[in-house]
């Protein structure tokens, strides 16, 4: 596979702490004052993506993580949100991404953020991903078409594709 756009410098990873639990969190030379809720891995404006995923639920993947950040919001605080990491390419956030969600665990295994998959979740296929997804997406385009989708309000969908293009740009 030649260097593409997911060989570009351009991803980060992201933490989201509770500024209501304050406390100190490692992960080798990473260290937190308050309490990991959420980690993730982006590029342009995804960082953000949580926050207006809370405010309107019935648009959330992820209803634990949306209803903690509501509860920090409705305390009359912010999540504290920050890069951990900027300038890597997309294998460099995987992995760090990955590092820091298996340092802290799943929420379903009694972990501390409120993340559900353990990032980079295709991590061990990752050199043929780009590859499938574009195979899936070739396979699924009539089904997906933007068209069909409800105009009422945005899916996952959409916001998924215009984050990604963001990302392509």
């Given at each position: 596979m030649?260097?593409?756009?997911f060989?570009?410098?351009?991803?980060y990873?992201?933490?989201y702490l509770?500024?209501?639990?304050?406390?100190?969190?490692?992960?080798?030379?990473i260290?937190?004052?308050?309490?990991?809720?959420?980690?993730?891995?982006?590029?342009?404006?995804?960082?953000?993506?949580?926050?207006?995923?809370?405010?309107l639920?019935e648009?959330?993947?992820?209803?634990?993580?949306?209803?903690?950040?509501?509860?920090?919001?409705?305390?009359?605080n912010n999540?504290?949100?920050?890069?951990v990491?900027?300038?890597?390419?997309?294998n460099?956030?995987?992995?760090?991404e990955?590092k820091?969600?298996?340092?802290?665990g799943?929420?379903?295994?009694?972990?501390?953020?409120?993340?559900?998959?353990k990032?980079g979740?295709?991590?061990k296929?990752?050199?043929n991903?780009?590859?499938?997804?574009?195979?899936?997406f070739?396979?699924?385009?009539?089904?997906?078409?933007l068209?069909?989708?409800?105009?009422?309000?945005k899916?996952?969908?959409?916001i998924?594709?215009q984050?990604?293009q963001?990302?392509n740009?």
């Amino acid at each position: 596979m030649s260097a593409g756009r997911f060989d570009q410098n351009k991803f980060y990873v992201y933490v989201y702490l509770n500024p209501l639990e304050p406390g100190i969190f490692t992960c080798e030379d990473i260290a937190f004052k308050y309490k990991p809720i959420y980690v993730g891995k982006g590029c342009g404006n995804r960082i953000f993506h949580h926050l207006t995923e809370a405010k309107l639920p019935e648009r959330t993947i992820n209803p634990e993580k949306a209803a903690l950040i509501r509860k920090i919001l409705n305390s009359g605080n912010n999540p504290l949100i920050f890069k951990v990491k900027e300038g890597l390419t997309n294998n460099e956030a995987l992995t760090l991404e990955q590092k820091l969600i298996d340092k802290f665990g799943l929420t379903r295994e009694e972990g501390i953020p409120t993340n559900i998959n353990k990032g980079g979740a295709v991590r061990k296929h990752r050199d043929n991903l780009v590859d499938f997804v574009r195979l899936i997406f070739e396979e699924e385009k009539e089904r997906l078409c933007l068209s069909r989708i409800q105009k009422s309000r945005k899916s996952q969908i959409q916001i998924y594709w215009q984050e990604k293009q963001s990302c392509n740009s």
